[in-house]
C-alpha cells in the first residue's frame, strides 16, 4: 500500500511519523506499507496546479491522509482567500484527484465546525454553525469533500492538538510559566484537549482496521480528542502542576481576553462512535499530558 501523508512538518504530520517509526521497529504490520511524508516544499496547496503537478508526477497512492491545513484561527480572519484555498478548495480537489485514483481518503477537521452553544458532547450527527473564518473554510472543507467522495473517505474532527512539536499551549504555558509569576486564562471555553501521538495512533489503527479497507463504505465523520472536559484555565493549572511550575492561574472570560476569530464556548465531542466502529484506543488527557510532558523534559 501506498500511503501519501500531507502537512509533514504538522503537529500531526510529525506525530503520524514517529508512530510508524516506532511501530515499525517492533515489527508490527505497518512494515507492509510505504508511507510517503510530504510538506509545503513537495505538495504546496496554494494553488490548484501545484496540487496538480504534484499528483500527475507521482505514482498513484492507496490512502491519503490529508494532515495538512490553515490552522492560524485569528490570521485566518485576515487572510481569508489564503484559508479557504487550503482548507476548502484544495481538500475539495485532493478528493477529486482520491476518487480518480481510487484511493482512500482520511481527511482531518476541527471542532471549530460548531458554534459551541450546546451544553452536551457534541455527536457527529449535530447541526454545524461555524463562528469564525477558519471554521467556516474547514467546513467548506468537509462538504466538498462529502460531496465528490459519498464512499471511501473518513473525516475525523479533533480538538485542541497539541503535541511536542511545533507551537502549542502546553508549550506556550511553560514558556509563559517561566517568565511570569501569574498569568490570566480563560475558564468559559470548556472541550477536550488532544495529544497528537493519540491522534496519529488512532488514524493508523483505523487504516489497519477491516472496516475501513472495504471498499464504497459510506463517508462518515468521526469526532476525537483525548477523554475528559475542561477549560483551557484547568489545562494550564494542570500543565504547572506537572512542571512544578510556580504560576498563579488567574480564571477569566472569553469578554476580558478579546482575539480578532471568536471562539466557540463548549466544543467537547463525543467520541462513542470511533471508539465503537474502530476501537481504537482514547486516553485521559492527564495520562497524556503526562506523557507528552516527560517528552518535552527529556528534551531539554
Ligand atoms: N492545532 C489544533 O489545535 C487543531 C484543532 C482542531 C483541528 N485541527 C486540525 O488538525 C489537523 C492537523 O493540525 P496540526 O495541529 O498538525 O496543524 P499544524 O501543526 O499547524 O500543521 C499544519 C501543516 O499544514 C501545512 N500547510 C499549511 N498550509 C499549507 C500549504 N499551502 N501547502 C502545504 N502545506 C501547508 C503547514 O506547513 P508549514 O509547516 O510549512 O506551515 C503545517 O506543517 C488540521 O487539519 C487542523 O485543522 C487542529
Redesign the pocket.
Known amino acids: 500500500m501506498r500511503i501519501l501523508i500531507?502537512?509533514?512538518?504538522?503537529?500531526?504530520?510529525?506525530?503520524i511519523h514517529k508512530v510508524v517509526n516506532s511501530e515499525v521497529e517492533t515489527n508490527n504490520n505497518l512494515n507492509f506499507h510505504n508511507f510517503v511524508f510530504?510538506?509545503?516544499?513537495e505538495?504546496?496547496?496554494?494553488s490548484e496546479s501545484?496540487i496538480n503537478h504534484y499528483f500527475d508526477s507521482n505514482d498513484k497512492f492507496d490512502i491519503i491522509i490529508?494532515?495538512?491545513?490553515?490552522?492560524?484561527?485569528d490570521k485566518a480572519e485576515e487572510e481569508k482567500d489564503?484559508a479557504s484555498?487550503?482548507?476548502h478548495l484544495?481538500v475539495e480537489q485532493i478528493a477529486q484527484i482520491a476518487k480518480k485514483q481510487q484511493a482512500k481518503l482520511i481527511?482531518?477537521?476541527?471542532?471549530?465546525v460548531f458554534d459551541g452553544e450546546s451544553d452536551k458532547a457534541y455527536l457527529e450527527t449535530d447541526k454545524t454553525n461555524p463562528i469564525n473564518v477558519?471554521g467556516k473554510t474547514?467546513l467548506a472543507g468537509e462538504k466538498a469533500l462529502q460531496e465528490i467522495m459519498p464512499t471511501d473517505a473518513i473525516i475525523?474532527?479533533?480538538?485542541?492538538?497539541?503535541?511536542e512539536?511545533?507551537?502549542?499551549?502546553v508549550k506556550t504555558m511553560l514558556r509563559l510559566g517561566k517568565e511570569r509569576d501569574e498569568i490570566n486564562v480563560v475558564s468559559d471555553q470548556i472541550g477536550s484537549p488532544?495529544y497528537?501521538t493519540d491522534?496519529a495512533g488512532a488514524i493508523l489503527e483505523i487504516i489497519k482496521n477491516k472496516e475501513f479497507k472495504e471498499i464504497s463504505q459510506a463517508t462518515q465523520i468521526y469526532h476525537y480528542s483525548n477523554k475528559g472536559e475542561i477549560s483551557w484555565c484547568d489545562f494550564a493549572k494542570e500543565i504547572f502542576k506537572i512542571a512544578k511550575v510556580d504560576c498563579k492561574v488567574i480564571p477569566i472570560t472569553t469578554q476580558q481576553y478579546p482575539t480578532p476569530a471568536k471562539r466557540p464556548k463548549n466544543t467537547l465531542m463525543s467520541k462513542d462512535k470511533i471508539a465503537e466502529i474502530f476501537s481504537v484506543n482514547i486516553p485521559d488527557w492527564k495520562e497524556s499530558l503526562n506523557t507528552c510532558m516527560s517528552i518535552l523534559k527529556e528534551q531539554k
Open positions: 500531507t502537512g509533514k512538518n504538522g503537529q500531526l504530520g510529525k506525530s510530504v510538506g509545503r516544499e505538495l504546496d496547496l496554494d501545484n490529508n494532515c495538512a491545513a490553515y490552522t492560524a484561527v489564503i484555498q487550503v482548507n484544495a481527511h482531518i477537521s476541527t471542532d471549530y477558519y474547514k475525523i474532527r479533533t480538538s485542541w492538538v497539541y503535541s512539536y511545533g507551537n502549542n499551549f488532544t497528537a491522534l
